[in-house]
C-alpha cells in the first residue's frame, strides 16, 4: 500500500425510535456529499483499488454514492469497522495492505479521526497537518495519506465536502 484514504460516512438521518443505529440512511444531503467527495479525490487521482467498509446503512451508501467515480474499485464489507476504534482499524489497515495499492477504509468516527491524526504524529506530520486534520472531521470528510516505504504516513489531502461546493459542515 502506497496511499491510504479514510472516508467518513456522510450525513445520515437522525435515530428514532425503534430505529438501531445500524439503519440509520443517509439524507438527501449525505448522498450529493458522498458523491461529491468521490469526484473530488477521483480528479486528485486518488482512487482506491479496494475499499474496506462498515456494514452500516449509512457506510454502505456512503460508499455507493461515491463509488461511481471509482469503477475499477473493489469493495469488501467488514462487520469490525461499524463503530470501530482505531486500534481496530488500524489492524485491519495492516490485513489487508499488501493488496491493493491504494487503500479506502469508509467508516465512523471516533475512530476514522483517531487513526488520522495518530498516524499524521508518528510519522512526525508539521504541527499545522496534524491541527488541521485534529480541528474537525465531520460527515463526508475524506483524509489522504502517502505511505512511505517504512509505513509512514505524510498528508496527502483533506477534503471537505463544504470545501468542494457541498452542503457538509466546512
Known amino acids: 500500500m502506497r496511499r491510504l484514504i479514510l472516508f ?3 450525513k445520515a438521518e437522525p435515530r428514532t425510535a425503534g430505529m438501531e443505529d445500524f439503519d440509520r440512511p443517509l439524507t438527501d444531503r449525505g448522498r450529493s456529499d458522498a458523491a461529491l467527495i468521490g469526484r473530488v479525490l477521483a480528479r486528485e487521482d486518488l482512487v482506491p483499488d479496494l475499499a474496506l467498509v462498515s456494514p452500516s446503512q449509512r457506510t454502505t451508501a456512503t460508499w455507493l454514492c461515491a463509488r461511481e467515480a471509482f469503477p475499477s474499485a473493489r469493495a469488501e464489507l467488514r462487520a469490525e469497522l461499524y463503530d470501530a476504534s482505531a486500534q481496530t482499524i488500524r489492524s485491519l489497515i495492516r490485513q489487508a495492505e499488501d493488496r491493493a495499492d491504494t487503500l479506502m477504509v469508509v ?9 488520522a491524526v495518530a498516524l499524521l504524529i508518528e510519522a512526525g506530520a ?12 465531520p460527515t463526508a470528510a475524506a483524509v489522504a495519506l502517502a505511505i512511505d516505504e517504512a509505513g509512514r ?18
Open 153 to 170: 504516513a505524510s498528508l496527502d489531502g483533506l477534503f471537505l465536502a463544504k470545501e468542494h461546493g457541498g452542503e457538509g459542515e466546512g
Open 126 to 137: 508539521t504541527a499545522s497537518e496534524v491541527k488541521r486534520v485534529a480541528a474537525r472531521f
Open 8 to 10: 467518513r460516512h456522510a
Open 107 to 115: 467508516g465512523h468516527n471516533p475512530g476514522l479521526h483517531e487513526l
